[in-house]
């Protein structure tokens, strides 16, 4: 019972989170499309997360399931990645909900990864869980997904979904970009620098996952992400102090529009827009942030 199976596990958030779980004294096992690095000494099921594999056996007296599989959405948005995006998140999540109906013993808990821009892009309105989703690709990608579990989560399996912002940690995530984008002379605000920059700590959000596995009392949704989110210019600035960077031009809608499909090949409106969130859940669960503060967090990762 202290296997913890992780789907989408050798991504930067999986790697971090089986770490995480083998100090707490769990045995994570990574199920994922490609192969960690040899260093990676968890154990590893590969899974094209389309059919129902050797995995499922490993199902039988688990503790919990995680799933975190899904395209990243740091990509040009052409159709193509559209419907992968989409596809990628709702038809694994199906897989995973038929594979429990095969075993005799299943796991208790089910985490699940959701997204934070469920709630689409308002400038300035802070969003908790009461909060209605928003309009756009991704707050209907979310919707599809989060669906798609509650409708594969068998009544007798404790489900909890996870609305994460964007996690900052060591060795991967949007912070790596970010650096190096500032360490360039570019750490200045984008676009307007109004939009808001949520964010979570690696270790918060490992431990989040942990806590909603061991502990009964989490069940349901709840926004995974610090209750202290800043605008674009406060993050960049503060980013640029612990870099010790003293200039850092700002870049224009124009300018980003431009050099994130021809530089970056990514999606400018991931950088051009944000959401401020916060979780009243977690706050009346009683879970306590390591890292509640944006500084504190930088300080600890760089």
Known sequence: MSKVLIFGGTGFIGLSLANHLKEKGLVPILIARHKPDPSIKHEFREWDAVTLEEWVEDLNNAKAIVNLTGKTVDCIKTPENCDVILRSRVDSTKIIGEAIKKIEHPPKVWVQMSTAHIYGDPPSQVCTESSSTGYGLAPFVGKAWEKAFLHALPKNIRGVRLRTSFVIGRNGGALKSLKQIAKLGLGGKVGTGRQGMSWIHEYDMNELIYQSISNEKYTG?????????????????????????SIGLSAPEFMVRLGAKLIFKTDPELALYGRYVKSEKLQSEGFIFKFPELEKALNDLL
């Open 221 to 245: 949704m709840y926004i995974a992400s610090a209750p202290n989110p800043v605008s674009n210019t406060e993050f960049m600035k503060l980013l640029r102090k612990k870099l010790g960077l």
